[in-house]
């Protein structure tokens, strides 16, 4: 019936997608240690921002929109940050609360619960 | 055909445009709720996370990183095929949309049996949330529980936002079907597709944190 | 008595007026109440399940009080006590206080107040009276399977581990957020897309505002609330103990999540009060606001800086240092925001024309009792008085004083305030006023000797107390008795008025918001006419064309 051709906004965005997925896929496999979690989320980023732009549409949206979005990411970063501002400044605590059932061959605690810094 | 009948809106809104405003509004509203919902399990895996990095990265290595990485694949390309179904009933091309809608709903259908095959091969291999299994009686690392519980609560709260987006697209697409859906009414398709989006966007951060780093 | 003295008029569409049937007229069967989608049926509905919910709260506080007469068991059981003072915290925070001011008088005035004929999503409005009455059930249902015994904050490990009907009362309470989810959201679009010619955002009523921006904390902040008991409810049930340290896991990070939503709940709580009291104030001292900008965008402040305020709740939870001082500071913020409020208030009403009617020595309760309980709050946000104060009656007294003082004295301002827009009655003024009083001084006798427990050191939540606190305990007690007096009383002739009350005609107070620019009881879809709303909800300097000689 009609001839339907996929916009150019979809099939850009869709090709801009698998190449970033592509690319943390392969990034996996790179042993970047501590900041490969920064860097996938990083990634991730990107893909989101895309898929919400251009397939949810919020670059033509009005404002009301875009500040709804922003509003919610803006607290979650508020959420995340003070959180984790907590955790990695908290004082190693005395002593660890024993394990519940500790298995006859475990080592004494085999991962320190201190923060990791 | 849909572009002869004319469109009423309801009563007490000025105009249908106003009335799709107000639809796009509030599902967006709702997106900034599960974007808070899903944040707060976030900022417990990031915290967790910093506490017991060892043992995060002990279970990322333990899941399948194939099976997942194809389920994001999956719904990426469905998050594709509802962009243009949207854009094909805009254009009063119904049959089309009713096709890439039902294409959605196989690909999210598709999701489900991949994740209900990874939480078999969990299961199998004694992996239960809350740390219950022999799995961790064989690896007795502090915090690893901590990243199974939050995987198998994150990954099936997930997996119902996926059965519920593929419920309301379901729903519409009954309507394309019966031809109640039509040029002008392509915002409720909206709406429903930025459900859906949404739904993939959560997978796509979820994919790393749970597979990839 | 006294007829009307604020009244200019000849009410256009009288009340009851055959031509313009009322809302509560146009069908009166029970189907149509529960199938109904008008948002002032709605109002109506949440408003009697409301005062019902207040009630059974104020119950189990009576009950607390009446435990506490004596420093020995008085009446009631160890696990009965815990039971009573969890149900009534439960009770009063989430289906009393959360719901109270937006859902039963935001439903009802907010789309007035816009000149709209509906909310948003009309039907939507109706499925969130239903969840919320399912989410209440299974709250109340848990009391017969064994109650629960966490306290209202449902702290791990305890609240993982406790035998009591905790998965059960906590999915209560998930359900019951949704429901404020689909309201607060219904709001927001409403607000956004439903106002009518001439309703600019800064034409709007104060009290569009300050829902406006609760409807905002409650979207955003509750989904949190709902996650971390979610979590908490398959710890408890299925034993997954995210939050168990035996098995790694760290309790402070649900204080984090919890206090997240539960301290913003405070301003969902207090900021409809705060748009009550705006729109009061300004009617009764006939005046325009002293700044109407500074009100509305104090409310959008104390939105967003409540989001950052949570720490202060755990400052002796095991929280870091560095955090517990950032949160400290950013909570006295929020002060900053109230006192524009209150300063603003006072200033309205001063040299206006004030006509003191019971809504107004209301909004006196709540200006003294809210400024008190306020100061406290910024005192008790320093982390060395903290220290002292955590966990005894200091803090009871304190938050009572916010949320007793400043939001239940606003809900019953605007209850009489609006009683005569939604049943076409009015009350007896020197009934209201005297209860007023009884309301004020039982309220101020029952929690100020608490601030003087808690600071000698008696802890809250505890069953029996050492024998020298005994006479600060009885004065608490009777003056809960006075209060409960207060409050039957004004339930009394509320009933009284539904029935025998003089008509009000559809601008008792003489008014200029707009919810009062149509007749009283409203009909059906709000306005039969357009009304004029060129001119502003605050604009006394000239009369309303429809009430013009």
């Known amino acids: 019936m009609s001839s339907f051709t996929v916009p150019r906004t979809v099939s850009r965005t869709a090709v801009a997608l698998f190449v970033l997925w592509a690319a943390s896929f392969a990034l996996s496999y790179a042993h970047l240690g501590a900041a490969s979690l920064l860097v996938a989320l990083a990634i991730a980023a990107a893909k989101a921002a895309l898929v919400v732009m251009f397939f949810m549409e919020l670059v033509s949206e009005s404002l009301s929109m875009k500040l709804t979005l922003a509003a919610a990411g803006g607290l ?9 501002a907590d955790v990695a400044t908290r004082e190693p605590p005395p002593l660890l609360p024993p394990t519940r059932e500790p298995a006859a061959h475990e080592p004494a605690p085999a991962e320190p619960g201190v923060p990791s810094r | 055909m849909t572009a002869a009948r004319s469109v009423e809106h309801a009563e007490h809104f000025e105009s249908l445009e106003r009335q799709a405003h107000a639809a796009r509004l509030g599902m967006w509203v709702f997106l900034a709720t599960e974007v808070l919902l899903f944040g707060a399990a976030f900022a417990l895996f990031l915290t ?114 996926v059965t519920i987006g593929a419920g309301v697209l379901g729903v519409l697409l009954h309507a394309i079907v019966r031809g109640r859906l039509g040029r002008e009414t392509a915002y409720r398709l909206e709406v429903g597709a930025i ?9 796509i951060f979820l994919w790393p944190l749970f597979y990839l780093a | 008595m006294t007829t009307l003295p604020l009244t200019h008029a000849a009410p256009p569409g009288a009340p009851r007026s055959a031509a313009h049937a009322s809302y509560l007229d146009t069908e009166t069967t029970l189907r149509s109440w529960l199938l109904t989608t008008d948002h002032k049926r709605i109002g109506v509905l949440y408003l009697g399940t409301l005062l019902a919910t207040m009630a059974l709260g104020g ?39 959360i719901p109270s001011i937006p859902s039963a008088f935001g439903n009802f005035m907010l789309p007035m107040m816009l000149g709209a004929k509906d909310v948003a999503f009309p039907r939507l409005n109706l499925l969130s009276w239903y969840v919320f009455i399912v989410g209440a059930v299974l709250v109340l249902l848990s009391t017969f399977v064994g109650g629960i015994d966490t306290g209202w904050t449902f702290y791990p490990p305890y609240s993982a581990l406790s035998p009591t009907a905790v998965p059960l009362a906590l999915l209560g309470v998930f359900i019951v957020g949704f ?68 098995r790694g896991g760290d309790p402070v990070l649900y204080q984090h999540l919890f206090w997240f939503y539960s301290h913003p709940a405070v301003y969902i709580m207090v900021l409809p ?50 955090d517990a001082g950032a949160f400290g500071v950013l909570s006295m913020l929020v002060a900053v925001f109230s006192a524009i409020k209150v300063f603003n208030w006072t200033w309205t009403l001063k040299r206006g024309a004030i006509a003191l009617k019971t809504p107004l020595l209301y909004i006196f309760a709540f200006l003294f009792l809210f400024v008190f309980g306020g100061m406290t709050g910024v005192a008790t946000a320093a982390m060395s008085l903290d220290v002292h104060w955590h966990d005894t009656y200091f803090i009871v007294a304190h938050f009572h004083f916010i949320m007793v003082g400043g939001t239940l004295t606003a809900f019953l301002a605007g209850l009489h305030y609006w009683f005569p827009k939604m049943t076409g009655r009015l009350y007896p003024e020197r ?93 059906k879809h709000n306005f039969t006419r357009t009304p004029p709303f060129e001119i502003g909800p605050y604009d006394y300097t000239q009369p309303l064309p429809d009430e013009a000689p």
Request: net charge positive.
């Open chain 1, 76 to 84: 979650l970063a508020i959420l995340v940050g003070l959180m984790a």
């Open chain 3, 273 to 322: 009060g705060m748009g009550v009291v705006s729109e009061v104030v300004a009617t009764y001292a006939r005046k325009n606001p002293y700044s109407y900008k500074a009100i509305a965008y104090s409310s959008l402040g104390i939105a967003f800086v409540g989001f950052l305020t949570w720490g202060h709740h755990m400052f002796v939870a095991g929280m870091s240092t560095f």
């Open chain 3, 431 to 523: 009934l209201g006023m005297l209860s007023a009083a009884l309301v004020f001084a039982g309220f101020f006798v029952t929690f100020f000797p608490q601030f003087l427990l808690g600071n000698a050191g008696m802890p809250r939540r505890y069953f029996n107390y050492p024998a020298e606190f005994q006479v600060l305990h009885v004065v608490s007690t009777v003056g809960s008795w006075v209060l409960a007096v207060g409050l039957m009383s004004t339930a009394i002739y509320f009933l009284w008025s539904l029935r025998w009350g003089p008509e009000a005609g559809p601008n008792p107070w003489g008014s200029r918001s707009f919810e009062w620019r149509t007749a009283s009881p409203p009909p």
């Open chain 2, 48 to 161: 967790y996370q910093v506490q017991f990095s060892h043992a995060f990265r002990a279970g990322v290595a333990h899941n399948t990183k194939v099976l997942g990485s194809v389920n994001t694949a999956v719904l990426l390309l469905s998050s594709t095929l509802v962009a243009c179904a949207v854009h094909a009933l805009r254009r009063g091309d119904a049959k089309l949309a009713a096709r890439l809608v039902g294409g959605t709903i196989a690909l999210g259908l598709t999701f489900l049996v991949i994740k209900g095959i990874e939480y078999g091969k969990h299961f199998d291999e004694g992996i239960y949330p809350g740390g219950v299994g022999h799995y961790f009686t064989l690896h007795p690392i502090r915090g690893l529980a901590a990243f199974w519980t939050l995987y198998f609560g994150m990954t099936a709260l997930h997996a119902l936002h």
């Open chain 3, 179 to 246: 429901s404020t989810i689909l309201t607060g959201l219904n709001f927001i679009v409403t607000t956004h897309t439903m106002r009518a010619e001439g309703v600019g955002w800064m034409q709007m009523p104060l009290f569009v505002w300050s829902i406006y921006a609760t409807s905002i904390i409650q979207v955003l902040a509750t989904p949190v609330l709902g996650m971390v008991l979610l979590f908490v409810v398959v710890d408890n049930a299925l034993g997954w103990g995210l939050f168990d340290p035996s």
């Open chain 3, 59 to 97: 119950f189990f506080a009576m009950a607390i009080r009446l435990e506490h007469l004596t420093p020995d068991p008085t009446v009631m059981s160890a696990m009965t006590y815990n039971r009573m003072f969890t149900l009534h915290g439960v009770i009063m925070v989430w289906l009393f206080l």
């Open chain 2, 195 to 203: 459900y859906w989006h949404l739904v993939d966007v959560i997978w």
